[in-house]
Nanobody, 123 residues
């Protein structure tokens, strides 16, 4: 199976950038699609971005399109989320996830989850 650990969260001001990283371990990493989700206090966990196992197909939530970029390096077993032009509404705990499901915006499509990393964006 796959184990995931996120890092890179922090406190920034609106307009700043952050790069989140997800370190993966396990023999099946390269065959999984990878996604990022986020969850704000009192709200549901929502889809942010996903990249296919090959790295050539990427999908983004409309709320982050043009600002966030997902990428993966299978040789290093890492997935990153580059977040630019951050807004206060981006404040949430960010989770990386791995899975082979086709419903990429639905958490049920993912089999493995990291512990999450906090991102806070002040106005």
């Amino acid at each position: 199976q796959v184990q995931l650990v996120e890092s890179g969260g922090g406190l920034v001001q609106a307009g700043d950038s952050l790069r989140l990283s997800c370190a993966a371990s396990g023999r099946t990493f390269s065959t999984n699609d990878m996604g990022w989700f986020r969850q704000a206090p009192g709200k549901e966990r929502v889809f942010v971005a996903r990249v296919a196992w090959s790295g050539d197909r990427k999908y983004y939530a409309e709320s982050v399109k043009g600002r966030f970029t997902i990428s993966r390096d299978n040789a290093k077993n890492t997935v990153t989320l580059q977040m630019n032009s951050l807004k206060p509404e981006d404040t949430a705990v960010y989770y990386c996830a791995a899975g082979r499901g086709k419903m990429y915006t639905d958490p049920v499509a993912y089999d493995y989850w990291g512990q999450g990393t906090q991102v806070t964006v002040s106005a």
